[in-house]
Nanobody
Framework: QVQLVESGGGAVQAGDSLGLSCAAS????????MGWFRRAPGKEREFLAA????????YYADALQGRFTISRDDAKGTVNLKMNSLKPEDTAVYYC????????????????????????WGQGTQVTVSS
């Protein structure tokens, strides 16, 4: 069992940057594929970014226009999301998720961006961006 805990959320002003972190307990994240999603009030869950275990391939939602960067530190057992140029529409609860590695899959983009593919989820951290 993997338990994920997000941290780093908070209230910021438009244009600010913020970094989120996701840590796991119960098992190392070293080989897991990791993703970040968010859910804004009244909206569906939205894919943001993902990073594969091993090779560290990254995927991003096109709508982010390069503002967010995902990274992982396997030595520390964390996955991070750096968010720049935040906008009020980025206000949401942000979730990290883990997908068990499959030795027969190279984890292509359709899989990485699909929330249903992920096996474990954190409880979420609130990010509020004011104008």
């Amino acid at each position: 069992q993997v338990q994920l805990v997000e941290s780093g959320g908070g209230a910021v002003q438009a244009g600010d940057s913020l970094g989120l972190s996701c840590a796991a307990s119960g098992r190392t994240l070293r080989n897991y594929h990791m993703g970040w999603f968010r859910r804004a009030p009244g909206k569906e869950r939205e894919f943001l970014a993902a990073i594969s275990g091993g090779a560290g391939n990254t995927y991003y939602a096109d709508a982010l226009q390069g503002r967010f960067t995902i990274s992982r530190d396997d030595a520390k057992g964390t996955v991070n999301l750096k968010m720049n140029s935040l906008k009020p529409e980025d206000t949401a609860v942000y979730y990290c998720a883990a997908d068990r590695p499959d030795p027969f899959s190279n984890w292509p983009r359709p899989q990485a961006t699909n929330a249903d593919q992920y096996d474990y989820w954190g409880q979420g951290t609130q990010v509020t961006v004011s104008s």
